[in-house]
């Protein structure tokens, strides 16, 4: 499956980890990938996390860059 080329699995962070980490990334660094629904990121999401949804996913994976660390959630 062409998605576990992209992500290589590390360790899981909780929230407070996460963005702990987040600040010692620059932002054009590093993909904030928000997988949940459009009304639950409409609701409210990390800035500047791009949107798609788990099950688009994918189908639209070239949209990430493999280059770039990926936080999903």
Known sequence: ???KTLF??????????AEKWLETM?????TVL???QPNEY????LPGAK???LTDLEKR????DPEKPTLVY
């Open 1 to 3: 499956m062409i998605l």
């Open 8 to 17: 290589r699995p590390i360790e899981s962070k909780n929230s407070q980890e």
């Open 26 to 30: 620059d932002t054009r660094d590093v």
């Open 34 to 36: 928000d997988v949940r």
């Open 42 to 45: 409409n609701s409210g999401h």
């Open 51 to 53: 949107l798609i949804p």
């Open 61 to 64: 994976i070239d949209e990430l």
